[in-house]
Protein backbone atom coordinates (compact mmCIF):
# COMPACT_ATOMS: atom_id res chain seq x y z
CA UNK A 1 0.00 0.00 0.00
CA UNK A 2 1.22 3.43 -0.64
CA UNK A 3 1.63 5.75 2.18
CA UNK A 4 3.46 8.77 1.58
CA UNK A 5 3.64 10.97 -1.82
CA UNK A 6 6.89 12.85 -1.92
CA UNK A 7 6.74 16.04 -3.91
CA UNK A 8 9.58 16.70 -6.17
CA UNK A 9 9.65 19.74 -8.85
CA UNK A 10 9.74 18.00 -12.70
CA UNK A 11 10.15 20.79 -15.02
CA UNK A 12 7.59 23.57 -14.74
CA UNK A 13 4.88 20.67 -13.21
CA UNK A 14 4.77 19.93 -9.87
CA UNK A 15 4.66 16.08 -9.68
CA UNK A 16 4.42 13.27 -6.92
CA UNK A 17 7.24 10.36 -6.79
CA UNK A 18 6.91 7.48 -4.67
CA UNK A 19 10.70 5.49 -5.71
CA UNK A 20 10.49 5.61 -9.69
CA UNK A 21 6.69 5.82 -10.04
CA UNK A 22 5.57 9.21 -11.42
CA UNK A 23 2.19 9.78 -10.32
CA UNK A 24 0.11 12.74 -12.58
CA UNK A 25 -2.84 13.94 -10.71
CA UNK A 26 -5.71 14.95 -13.31
CA UNK A 27 -8.89 17.10 -12.00
CA UNK A 28 -12.15 16.03 -13.96
CA UNK A 29 -14.51 18.03 -12.73
CA UNK A 30 -17.64 19.27 -14.43
CA UNK A 31 -20.81 20.06 -14.19
CA UNK A 32 -23.96 19.18 -16.49
CA UNK A 33 -25.74 21.99 -18.48
CA UNK A 34 -23.06 24.45 -16.78
CA UNK A 35 -20.00 24.89 -19.44
CA UNK A 36 -17.01 25.77 -18.02
CA UNK A 37 -17.97 24.94 -14.29
CA UNK A 38 -15.03 22.05 -14.05
CA UNK A 39 -12.70 24.38 -15.42
CA UNK A 40 -13.78 27.46 -12.73
CA UNK A 41 -13.53 24.89 -9.62
CA UNK A 42 -10.06 23.60 -10.53
CA UNK A 43 -8.94 27.60 -10.38
CA UNK A 44 -10.97 27.91 -7.25
CA UNK A 45 -8.39 25.52 -5.93
CA UNK A 46 -6.76 21.47 -7.27
CA UNK A 47 -4.30 19.28 -6.09
CA UNK A 48 -0.91 21.12 -6.33
CA UNK A 49 0.42 20.16 -9.67
CA UNK A 50 -2.85 18.67 -11.02
CA UNK A 51 -3.72 19.26 -14.58
CA UNK A 52 -7.15 19.85 -15.97
CA UNK A 53 -8.84 17.75 -18.78
CA UNK A 54 -12.52 18.82 -19.56
CA UNK A 55 -15.39 15.82 -19.88
CA UNK A 56 -17.14 17.70 -22.64
CA UNK A 57 -14.47 19.13 -24.54
CA UNK A 58 -11.04 16.74 -23.89
CA UNK A 59 -13.07 13.68 -22.81
CA UNK A 60 -15.95 13.48 -25.64
CA UNK A 61 -16.28 14.20 -29.46
CA UNK A 62 -18.63 16.83 -29.91
CA UNK A 63 -22.46 15.56 -29.92
CA UNK A 64 -24.00 14.17 -32.83
CA UNK A 65 -27.65 15.78 -33.15
CA UNK A 66 -30.17 13.51 -32.96
CA UNK A 67 -27.58 10.79 -31.19
CA UNK A 68 -25.19 10.54 -28.64
CA UNK A 69 -24.72 13.51 -26.33
CA UNK A 70 -20.97 12.51 -25.32
CA UNK A 71 -19.38 10.23 -27.82
CA UNK A 72 -16.21 8.76 -27.26
CA UNK A 73 -13.25 11.14 -28.43
CA UNK A 74 -11.17 9.95 -31.10
CA UNK A 75 -7.68 8.57 -30.90
CA UNK A 76 -6.45 11.66 -31.93
CA UNK A 77 -8.73 14.10 -29.92
CA UNK A 78 -7.95 11.89 -26.41
CA UNK A 79 -4.08 11.81 -27.17
CA UNK A 80 -4.22 15.29 -27.69
CA UNK A 81 -5.46 15.84 -24.73
CA UNK A 82 -3.69 13.36 -22.60
CA UNK A 83 -0.25 14.98 -24.27
CA UNK A 84 -1.12 18.09 -22.76
CA UNK A 85 -2.25 16.90 -19.58
CA UNK A 86 1.55 15.49 -18.90
CA UNK A 87 0.03 11.52 -19.58
CA UNK A 88 2.77 9.58 -21.38
CA UNK A 89 4.95 6.30 -20.52
CA UNK A 90 6.23 6.11 -16.60
CA UNK A 91 3.12 7.79 -15.85
CA UNK A 92 0.50 6.47 -13.37
CA UNK A 93 -2.25 9.01 -13.37
CA UNK A 94 -5.08 9.48 -10.34
CA UNK A 95 -8.02 11.35 -11.53
CA UNK A 96 -10.24 12.95 -9.30
CA UNK A 97 -13.78 14.51 -10.39
CA UNK A 98 -17.65 14.61 -10.28
CA UNK A 99 -20.42 13.45 -12.05
CA UNK A 100 -18.29 10.51 -13.66
CA UNK A 101 -15.44 12.78 -14.71
CA UNK A 102 -12.92 10.73 -13.33
CA UNK A 103 -14.27 7.43 -13.64
CA UNK A 104 -14.52 8.83 -17.65
CA UNK A 105 -10.48 9.52 -17.87
CA UNK A 106 -9.80 6.07 -15.93
CA UNK A 107 -12.15 4.22 -18.81
CA UNK A 108 -10.95 6.18 -21.49
CA UNK A 109 -7.19 5.85 -20.23
CA UNK A 110 -7.47 1.67 -19.79
CA UNK A 111 -9.41 2.04 -23.54
CA UNK A 112 -6.39 3.19 -25.34
CA UNK A 113 -3.88 1.15 -23.81
CA UNK A 114 -2.56 3.24 -20.26
CA UNK A 115 -3.67 0.75 -17.77
CA UNK A 116 -1.70 2.58 -14.85
CA UNK A 117 -4.17 4.51 -13.61
CA UNK A 118 -6.84 5.28 -10.65
CA UNK A 119 -9.39 7.22 -9.39
CA UNK A 120 -8.96 9.22 -5.95
CA UNK A 121 -12.19 7.46 -3.57
CA UNK A 122 -14.19 10.66 -2.84
CA UNK A 123 -13.19 13.17 -5.45
CA UNK A 124 -11.23 16.32 -4.12
CA UNK A 125 -12.67 15.98 -0.78
CA UNK A 126 -10.56 12.68 0.08
CA UNK A 127 -7.29 14.40 -1.10
CA UNK A 128 -6.93 15.48 2.20
CA UNK A 129 -3.71 18.09 1.70
CA UNK A 130 -3.49 21.40 0.43
CA UNK A 131 -5.00 23.04 -2.43
CA UNK A 132 -3.51 25.51 -4.90
CA UNK A 133 -5.33 28.35 -6.65
CA UNK A 134 -5.04 29.69 -10.51
CA UNK A 135 -3.36 27.90 -13.54
CA UNK A 136 -0.70 25.21 -13.88
CA UNK A 137 2.20 25.22 -15.50
CA UNK A 138 2.06 21.48 -17.25
CA UNK A 139 4.84 19.66 -18.83
CA UNK A 140 3.73 18.10 -22.05
CA UNK A 141 3.96 14.61 -22.27
CA UNK A 142 3.92 12.25 -25.20
CA UNK A 143 0.85 9.54 -25.34
CA UNK A 144 0.59 6.49 -27.11
CA UNK A 145 -2.52 5.22 -27.82
CA UNK A 146 -3.20 1.28 -28.33
CA UNK A 147 -6.96 1.54 -29.14
CA UNK A 148 -8.46 -1.60 -27.73
CA UNK A 149 -11.24 -3.70 -28.92
CA UNK A 150 -14.17 -5.84 -27.15
CA UNK A 151 -14.81 -3.31 -24.01
CA UNK A 152 -17.43 -1.50 -26.02
CA UNK A 153 -21.20 -2.34 -27.59
CA UNK A 154 -23.35 -0.77 -30.20
CA UNK A 155 -27.05 -0.75 -29.83
CA UNK A 156 -27.45 -3.31 -32.66
CA UNK A 157 -26.01 -5.65 -30.23
CA UNK A 158 -27.68 -4.69 -27.41
CA UNK A 159 -31.20 -4.43 -29.76
CA UNK A 160 -30.65 -7.92 -31.34
CA UNK A 161 -29.69 -9.86 -27.73
CA UNK A 162 -33.10 -7.84 -25.81
CA UNK A 163 -34.48 -10.91 -23.48
CA UNK A 164 -30.43 -13.41 -23.87
CA UNK A 165 -30.34 -13.86 -20.34
CA UNK A 166 -26.12 -13.92 -20.37
CA UNK A 167 -26.62 -10.35 -21.21
CA UNK A 168 -26.32 -8.37 -18.10
CA UNK A 169 -27.55 -4.52 -18.85
CA UNK A 170 -26.66 -2.28 -15.88
CA UNK A 171 -28.73 1.63 -16.00
CA UNK A 172 -26.57 3.88 -14.05
CA UNK A 173 -28.76 6.69 -14.30
CA UNK A 174 -30.93 7.98 -11.09
CA UNK A 175 -34.00 5.89 -9.88
CA UNK A 176 -36.42 8.16 -11.21
CA UNK A 177 -34.48 8.60 -14.75
CA UNK A 178 -34.37 4.62 -14.47
CA UNK A 179 -38.31 4.23 -14.17
CA UNK A 180 -39.11 6.71 -16.92
CA UNK A 181 -40.49 9.20 -15.04
CA UNK A 182 -40.44 12.89 -16.98
CA UNK A 183 -37.20 14.47 -15.78
CA UNK A 184 -35.54 17.84 -17.90
CA UNK A 185 -32.67 15.45 -19.23
CA UNK A 186 -34.36 12.58 -20.86
CA UNK A 187 -36.72 13.12 -24.07
CA UNK A 188 -38.08 10.87 -24.02
CA UNK A 189 -37.92 8.86 -20.80
CA UNK A 190 -37.42 5.50 -20.02
CA UNK A 191 -34.94 2.33 -20.52
CA UNK A 192 -33.75 -0.26 -22.26
CA UNK A 193 -36.11 -3.09 -22.08
CA UNK A 194 -34.46 -5.52 -19.01
CA UNK A 195 -32.05 -2.90 -17.80
CA UNK A 196 -31.14 -3.25 -13.77
CA UNK A 197 -31.04 0.26 -11.93
CA UNK A 198 -27.02 0.77 -10.24
CA UNK A 199 -27.81 4.22 -9.60
CA UNK A 200 -23.83 6.16 -9.60
CA UNK A 201 -24.21 8.24 -6.72
CA UNK A 202 -24.58 4.80 -4.35
CA UNK A 203 -22.96 1.91 -3.77
CA UNK A 204 -23.03 -0.84 -7.00
CA UNK A 205 -25.71 -3.14 -5.64
CA UNK A 206 -25.21 -7.31 -5.78
CA UNK A 207 -25.41 -8.31 -9.51
CA UNK A 208 -26.45 -11.22 -11.00
CA UNK A 209 -24.35 -13.45 -13.20
CA UNK A 210 -23.65 -12.46 -16.79
CA UNK A 211 -22.15 -10.17 -19.48
CA UNK A 212 -22.19 -7.08 -18.14
CA UNK A 213 -22.72 -4.12 -20.07
CA UNK A 214 -23.07 -0.57 -18.48
CA UNK A 215 -24.94 2.21 -19.62
CA UNK A 216 -26.48 6.05 -18.65
CA UNK A 217 -27.47 9.11 -20.05
CA UNK A 218 -24.97 10.30 -22.38
CA UNK A 219 -21.69 7.39 -21.59
CA UNK A 220 -20.24 9.47 -18.71
CA UNK A 221 -21.89 8.25 -15.33
CA UNK A 222 -22.32 4.32 -16.60
CA UNK A 223 -18.57 4.49 -16.46
CA UNK A 224 -18.79 4.73 -12.49
CA UNK A 225 -20.38 1.46 -12.58
CA UNK A 226 -18.00 -0.01 -14.79
CA UNK A 227 -15.10 1.31 -11.98
CA UNK A 228 -16.57 -0.17 -9.32
CA UNK A 229 -17.40 -3.54 -11.09
CA UNK A 230 -13.92 -3.40 -11.76
CA UNK A 231 -12.83 -2.98 -8.42
CA UNK A 232 -14.54 -6.35 -7.40
CA UNK A 233 -12.44 -7.93 -10.06
CA UNK A 234 -15.29 -8.17 -12.65
CA UNK A 235 -15.14 -6.51 -15.92
CA UNK A 236 -17.73 -4.87 -18.38
CA UNK A 237 -18.72 -3.15 -21.24
CA UNK A 238 -19.45 0.17 -22.06
CA UNK A 239 -22.85 1.58 -24.30
CA UNK A 240 -21.30 4.76 -25.14
CA UNK A 241 -24.02 6.17 -27.12
CA UNK A 242 -26.63 5.44 -23.87
CA UNK A 243 -29.81 6.75 -23.46
CA UNK A 244 -29.00 9.50 -25.32
CA UNK A 245 -28.80 7.73 -28.66
CA UNK A 246 -30.88 4.26 -27.81
CA UNK A 247 -33.88 6.88 -27.18
CA UNK A 248 -33.61 8.79 -30.79
CA UNK A 249 -33.19 5.53 -32.63
CA UNK A 250 -37.02 4.38 -32.45
CA UNK A 251 -35.83 1.32 -30.15
CA UNK A 252 -38.12 -0.90 -27.59
CA UNK A 253 -38.26 1.52 -24.98
CA UNK A 254 -39.62 0.55 -20.87
CA UNK A 255 -40.94 2.53 -18.31
CA UNK A 256 -42.01 1.98 -14.32
Known amino acids: MLSVL ?3 RDGAQSLYRLGRVRYVFVDCRWELGAPGKGLELYRAGHVPGASFLDVEADLSDPPVPG ?3 HPLPSAERFTAA ?3 AGIGPG ?3 VAYGSLGGAERL ?3 LRHFGHDDCAVLVDGIAGWGGPLRAGDEEIEPAEFVPYERDGDTIDATEIARRL ?3 SLLLVDARTPNRWRGEPNPVDDPAG ?3 GALNAPWAEPLPELPDGELVAYCGSGVTACVALH ?3 LEGREGRLYPGSWSEWSQRGLPVERG
Request: aromatic letters at 16%.
Open 82 to 84: ASR
Open 163 to 165: GDP
Open 91 to 93: AFV
Open 106 to 108: WWL
Open 191 to 193: RIP
Open 6 to 8: LPE
Open 228 to 230: RAW
Open 67 to 69: AAR
